[in-house]
Nanobody
Framework: QVQLVESGGGLVQPGGSLRLSCAASGSIFSIRDMAWYRQAPGKQRELVASITRGNSTSYEDSVKGRVTISRDNAKNTVYLQMNSLMPEDTAVYYC?????????????WGQGTQVTVSS
């Protein structure tokens, strides 16, 4: 099993920055891709950014240039640095991890952390 605990959310003014962290514990040796998703009220959960174990990254178009995902495999932690935040970035942000054992994938989610961008 894998447990994911997010931190770093909060209230920030437009144009501000936040850094989200997601610490993984449990069967961490089997974790492959990790990612951050977000879900705004009344909307579906969407992928924000993802990172492979080899540190290849991808980003949703609306956050490119403003958001950086990174990963510290020694600390079993994935980060999301968000700059130039806009009100439309307001959402609950969820950490995602893919666990793969003997070719079988299992998805794990964190409990979510609220990000509110407002003046």
């Amino acid at each position: 099993q894998v447990q994911l605990v997010e931190s770093g959310g909060g209230l920030v003014q437009p144009g501000g920055s936040l850094r989200l962290s997601c610490a993984a514990s449990g069967s961490i040796f089997s974790i492959r891709d990790m990612a951050w998703y977000r879900q705004a009220p009344g909307k579906q959960r969407e992928l924000v950014a993802s990172i492979t174990r080899g540190n290849s990254t991808s980003y949703e178009d609306s956050v490119k240039g403003r958001v950086t995902i990174s990963r510290d495999n020694a600390k079993n932690t994935v980060y999301l640095q968000m700059n130039s935040l806009m009100p439309e970035d307001t959402a609950v942000y969820y950490c995602y991890a893919e666990q793969r054992i003997l070719g079988v994938s299992k998805i794990h989610w964190g409990q979510g952390t609220q990000v509110t961008v407002s003046s």
